[in-house]
């Protein structure tokens, strides 16, 4: 071996960073949502979306009572709500109200869609699968929802004008910095 050396399975960030999500599900009593790392596009067509929950967080079982969640990305300016919803739990405090969630007036919605977010899926859940300790949900996305002025005509993320959240593991978040996009399509 170069320079990698072997090393523990304890402390697994080394995939990070990744783009920390909000997934939002509706509740009996009131709507709940946490922080999600490990999601994942699936499927153009059908259009899927796949997150991983673990079972013990009080989302898991909502997510299931309803068959709905929404993932919704918010930029790096709003990273304490991503912690706030990440570090507590829907069972002791109403998330929305303590980090001031403002939702979307959409009475129809299968989930509450944020106002923070730059863009949103808003999923019916379609499959279950456990894995480990968490559980893939997979979501069919029955709409999208776009802030226009964070995108390019090709429906890429404007970095240069919005900042996404990026989870490092460890209770750190970074963003991306002023590095101009490359297109790049191989030889
Ligand atoms: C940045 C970040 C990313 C997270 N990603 C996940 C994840 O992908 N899946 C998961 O089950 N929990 C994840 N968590 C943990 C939950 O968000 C956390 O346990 C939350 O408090 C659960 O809330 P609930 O009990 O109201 O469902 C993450 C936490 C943080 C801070």
Same mark, same amino acid.
């Given at each position: 071996m170069s320079k990698l050396t072997f090393n523990t $399975? @304890?402390? $697994?960030?080394? +995939?990070? !960073?990744a783009v920390a999500a909000v997934v939002s599900v509706r509740g009996g009593e009131r709507p709940n949502a946490l922080a999600c790392a490990w999601h994942s596009a699936l499927s +153009?067509? !059908?259009p899927l979306y796949g997150v991983l929950i673990a079972?013990?967080?009080?989302s898991h079982h909502l997510i299931v009572e309803a068959g709905a969640f929404a993932v919704n990305f918010l930029p790096f300016e709003k990273a304490e709500k991503i912690a706030g919803v990440g570090r507590n739990s829907g069972r002791d405090l109403d998330k929305f109200a303590a980090f001031d969630l403002q939702t979307e007036a $959409? !009475? @129809?919605?299968l989930a509450p869609i944020l106002q923070d977010a730059y863009a949103a899926y808003e999923c019916r859940l379609v499959e279950r699968h456990p894995c480990g300790d968490h559980d893939l949900f997979v979501g069919e996305i029955v709409r999208a929802y776009l802030?226009?002025?964070? +995108?390019d005509a090709e429906s890429v993320l404007a970095v240069e004008r919005l900042h996404p959240a990026l989870y490092l593991g460890a209770d750190l978040y970074t963003t991306t910095v002023e590095a101009p996009p490359r297109r790049l399509r191989g030889k």
């Open positions: $399975l @304890d402390n $697994l960030n080394h +995939f990070y !960073p +153009f067509r !059908p079972e013990k967080r009080f $959409l !009475p @129809d919605a802030d226009e002025s964070a +995108f």
